[in-house]
């Protein structure tokens, strides 16, 4: 059994947003979507409409509960540009935190400063996004706070929203 020094290395899919319309949908207004795993996640002003391969829903912003986090995360890609690199590790490690001489390929990854975004709702959306510019992360929190706080109870408010994103 090996001691690794990146142990929590995980598989991370490639996610951009974009202003990339619904193609099911025309609007006078420019959506944000997100794609996530076989999802994609459309931000409507007043819902959040989610498409995948078995159809589409939508949830209403006062059912969704969005929960930013900071989290460092060891980088085996590339580094994103926007990213902060805030620590080094070695791909394996001795128990001491030198590195590991058994292994040819041992090489030094460096730990980022990212954040974590949890969108769910008691329906069953449960996302999370990790962010690698958590400015970023966290204009997204205040900005979807200042959605929520706009829509009334029950029914559709109309929305200036400031520059989203």
């Known amino acids: 059994r090996y001691h690794a020094g990146a142990n929590s290395l995980s598989s991370l899919g490639d996610s951009t947003v974009s202003f990339t319309p619904a193609p099911f949908l025309r609007t006078n207004v420019e959506i944000f979507s997100i794609p996530v795993g076989k999802q994609i996640l459309y931000f409507f002003p007043d819902r959040l409409l989610i498409s ?3 159809g589409i829903g939508a949830v209403g912003y006062q059912e969704l509960s969005i929960r930013v986090t900071p989290t460092r995360f060891i980088e085996e890609r590339t580094v994103p540009s926007d ?6 590790t070695w791909r394996y490690l001795n128990k001491n935190g030198t590195p590991d001489k058994r292994f040819r390929d041992n090489r030094q990854l460096p730990i980022c400063r990212y ?4 969108l769910s709702t008691p329906s069953g959306l449960n996302e999370m996004v990790m962010v ?11 900005h979807m706070a200042y959605l929520q706080s706009r829509i009334p109870k029950e029914g559709i408010a109309q929305i200036t929203s400031p520059n989203f994103i």
Not at 115 to 118: G, L, P, Q
Not at 132 to 142: C, G, K
């Open 83 to 88: 990213a902060e690199v805030v620590d080094y």
């Open 132 to 142: 690698s510019n958590p400015a970023l992360a966290q204009y997204f929190d205040e």
């Open 115 to 118: 954040s974590e975004i949890h």
């Open 52 to 54: 995948d391969p078995d």
